[in-house]
């Protein structure tokens, strides 16, 4: 079993930051990508930041220049750093992980149960 268990969510002032954490556990054998989505209500689940490999990162147009994704590969770990916040940011932020576990040794994606940010003033 793998699951992706998130942090870092909460309330902020318009301009402000928060910094969003996930953690990957269990059988893993590999990992080919992590990264985050969220879903505001009313709205499609949409891909905020995404890294590939562990390597190339890729960005919603609407997040580019304010989010910044990062990874530790030895925690198995992803990071979101958000920076400028605007109010249209407010959504549920879910981890995803497209992950190779040890037994079935076939890549499957991964879910982590969501973390509200709410930017308001």
């Known amino acids: 079993q793998v699951q992706l268990v998130e942090s870092g969510g909460g309330l902020v002032q318009p301009g402000g930051s928060l910094r969003l954490s996930c953690a990957a556990s269990?059988?893993?054998?590999?990992?080919?990508?992590m990264g985050w989505y969220r879903q505001a209500p009313g709205n499609q689940r949409e891909l905020v930041a995404l890294?590939?490999?562990?390597?190339?990162?890729n960005y919603a147009d609407s997040v580019k220049g304010r989010f910044t994704i990062s990874r530790d590969n030895g925690k198995n770990t992803v990071y979101l750093q958000m920076n400028s916040l605007k109010p249209e940011d407010t959504a549920v932020y879910y981890c995803?992980?497209?992950?190779?576990?040890?037994?079935?040794?076939?890549?499957?994606?991964?879910w982590g149960q969501g973390t509200q940010v709410t930017v308001s003033s």
């Open positions: 995803y992980g497209r992950i190779t576990d040890v037994p079935t040794m076939r890549p499957r994606d991964y």
């Open positions: 269990g059988s893993i054998f590999s990992i080919d990508a």
């Open positions: 890294i590939i490999s562990g390597v190339s990162a």
